[in-house]
DNA sequence: GTAGGGTTAG
């Protein structure tokens, strides 16, 4: 094993490395082992030149160590805690030496370290000079320490070194990157000279806080304009959502003759994804070829993003798969594109096989994976993701994560899991409180989601409309028609919130329940918008409740004409012929179903069992388990009618129930049938058929 | 012998 270097000599030193007249370039020359580092790529090889350097005594010449430090600190291939113990090992660094250690921490992902060694730095006497700021800065920027950077811009004058081109821009940068834009401009205007450099500094400040007017302002006053501060435009525009504009200025930048690179191309390719531009895109992608740089990972990535997020997975799966070292972005952006295409249980798979490469999972990743989770109610996977976020994500301070497992746990039944991941929040977003009230409204916990929402209130959030979608829910399901009422004008009155679509649906579907078809007309008359397919489907279904026979038809009328194939609602409406004892209705109908050739949409369920997601369509034989599971169901058939329970016909759902509840039987307790008729009376017994806590 | 501005997933 490796010993540290020491300070002094050990007799096998050569004597020639003890010469301290010789240039530093000589000595790079007469050593190998440290020209070896600029082939260095592994931490093995690194191991071995440093061994190297201690057996032929290099370690005791000062720009050896330093050549060796900034290997370990700067390079890809280098390890910046090695660096960090080479360098403590030195009784008096230089500031050459000094400078290396605070710039490889200010890349490193905890670049506040760099301006600790800097403060060490200067109180040990030495002082800083035009290389140590821009490091310096670099790291009060990427970790937000903005007040930092003022104390440092004042140390900056104090020297003398606010004149420098390099330092100048990195105090501009400093404050553009923590939002403070004016300071930004000071700096800026105060100096006589500004190169490409400093305006683009300034641009992207402007670009990142959305103000592309004002960044375009500054674009044209440049003298010269470089490929950087092109490519400053174009992603300035693409992140402030101005895709046309980022495509017409890459179209500019073309028309004048300069040859995008990774960068230009990645961003133009981000507003293609996001725009719908695949033509655009489909062109990067054959010039790409053209250039050879069809192996660009990060090129490659934005190709996967533009294909997928367009609807065209086959293209971004062809290329995914060609991919040969995938990195996290590139399995995020697969699994997104599958999510966003409703492909859940596609999403899942690919999650499953990311797992067993070599490529960790990150926050991003589980944003995408738990919206599938919840779909395809995978619990199981679920809450492996959990706890995987409890052991490796402790520190992730975005709530988006946890408001995502509080969906999840809710839409796969587990509302009491829900409940302990939102009162474990340590700090409450308005997302999570939405999460939470909508999961109670699902769970038929009407008065639990009314108590939050005040709560909520209390707390000081400020509801939005997707709040109130909950809370009028929870209204719904609950037949609350008062509360309901007066949420509504809380909503329009109070928060001054328009009403959507969804939050007509939910007040329409209460009123109508409980027949009160006078309001339900004059709130559609009042709405400013036309009814969805949602909303005059419920309105049908109350209708046929409340055998209001006349508004049946007004209703399916309307039904008709935006969903022209729905066999549903002919159904829906034959039955309230048939309950009217319409009976040539209901022929009609029947008749009409038949010449048009109109089928019902076969019912579907899924369910995970030990991490494998099932679907089963309705009278699907396809399982290999399927002779199991229908001898199981008619079990359970024969269960539930001894234990008086009547199925509903008019709904698939309670079948698809006992599809469920019968395989996840069959899958779990085998053909134990004491233990099954134990579990059933227990399901039974509990709440009816309770089965959505599987 | 070191250095400043641009890069995709959410």
């Known amino acids: 094993m490796l010993s540290l270097p020491t300070t002094t000599a050990s007799p096998s030193t050569p004597l020639h490395v003890l010469h301290s007249t010789d240039p530093p370039h000589k000595l790079l020359q007469s050593h190998p082992s440290l020209a070896l580092l600029s082939n260095c790529r592994s931490p093995q090889t690194l191991r071995q030149i440093h061994s190297q350097i201690v057996k032929t005594g290099l370690h005791n010449s000062q720009f050896a160590l330093s050549k060796l430090i900034e290997f370990c600190a700067v390079s890809p291939f280098g390890d910046l805690p090695y660096a960090l113990l080479l360098f403590e090992s030195i009784k008096h660094p230089n500031l050459l030496i000094w400078n290396t250690v605070i710039r490889g921490h200010s890349l490193s992902d905890s670049p506040s370290l760099a301006i600790q060694l800097f403060v060490r730095m200067v109180s040990t006497g030495i002082v800083p000079n035009c290389y140590t700021f821009p490091f310096v800065l670099k790291s009060c920027a990427r970790s937000g320490l903005a007040n930092e950077g003022r104390q440092i811009h004042a140390h900056v004058l104090k020297l003398g070194l606010g004149s420098d081109a390099f330092v100048h821009t990195s105090l501009i940068s400093v404050y553009a990157q923590n939002s403070d834009l004016e300071s930004a401009r000071l700096v800026f205007d105060k100096s006589s000279h500004r190169d490409a450099v400093s305006f683009t500094a300034l641009i992207t400040g402007y670009a990142s806080k959305g103000l592309m007017d004002d960044a375009e302002r500054l674009f044209d006053e440049m003298p010269t304009r470089d490929l950087i501060s092109w490519n400053a435009m174009i992603a300035g525009f693409s992140q402030s959502g101005k895709y046309y504009e980022a495509v017409e200025t890459f179209r500019k930048m073309q028309r004048i003759g300069i040859s995008p690179n990774e960068s230009t191309l990645v961003s133009v390719l981000s507003a293609c994804a996001q725009s719908g531009r695949i033509d655009l895109g489909s062109w990067i992608h054959s010039w790409v070829d053209d250039k050879g740089m069809d192996s660009n990972l990060r090129i490659l990535n934005a190709l996967v993003d533009m294909y997928s997020k367009n609807g065209n997975l086959e293209k971004a799966r062809f290329l995914f798969n060609s991919i040969q070292h995938k990195d996290v972005i590139s399995w995020n952006v697969m699994i997104g594109g599958y999510n966003c295409m409703n492909y859940h249980r596609e999403a899942l798979e690919l999650f499953r096989r990311m797992l067993k490469s070599p490529v960790m999972p990150n926050d991003i990743t589980f944003l995408n994976v738990l919206p599938s989770c919840a779909c395809l109610c995978a619990l199981d996977l679920g809450k492996w993701i959990h706890s995987y976020i409890d052991k490796n994500l402790k520190n992730i301070t975005s709530t988006a994560l946890w408001t995502s497992l509080i969906d999840m746990y809710a839409k796969c039944g587990d509302i009491v899991a829900a409940e302990q991941v939102f009162h474990g929040l340590e700090l409450k977003s308005l997302a999570s409180w939405n999460a939470i009230i909508s999961g109670s409204a699902m769970h038929g916990r009407a008065e639990k989601a009314l108590q939050l929402f005040r709560e909520m209130l209390n707390e000081g959030f400020r509801p939005d409309d997707i709040t109130f979608v909950g809370v009028l829910s929870a209204c719904s399901h609950a037949g609350l028609v008062e509360l309901g009422r007066e949420n509504f004008s809380l909503m329009v009155n109070e928060f001054k919130i328009s009403p959507k679509l969804h939050h007509y649906g939910c007040m329409i579907n209460l009123l109508g329940r409980v027949g009160l078809f006078d309001e339900v007309e004059s709130m559609i008359k009042s709405m400013d918008m ?67 050739g109109m089928k019902k949409v076969p019912g579907c369920t899924s369910i995970e069992v030990n991490g494998v997601v099932h679907e089963f369509l309705v009278a699907d034989k396809a399982h290999p388990q399927s002779e199991r599971i229908y001898k199981m169901l008619a079990e359970i058939d024969h269960l539930l009618d001894k234990s008086g329970y009547e199925p509903d016909t008019s709904e698939v759902l309670s079948h698809e129930l006992s599809f469920n509840l019968s395989f996840f039987l069959v899958a779990r307790i085998g053909n134990d049938k004491a233990a099954l008729s134990k579990l059933l009376v227990e399901e039974i017994s509990e709440d009816g058929i309770g089965v959505a806590n599987l």
């Open 530 to 596: 036309e009814p969805d397919e949602a909303i005059w489907g419920s309105l049908l279904e109350a209708c046929r409740t409340h055998r209001r026979v006349q508004l049946g038809e007004t209703v399916a009328k309307n039904l008709f004409k935006l969903e022209l194939n729905n066999p549903g609602a002919y159904i829906l409406l034959s039955n309230i012929y048939a309950e009217a004892g319409r009976w040539d209705d209901v022929a009609m109908i029947r008749r009409k179903l038949n010449d048009e």
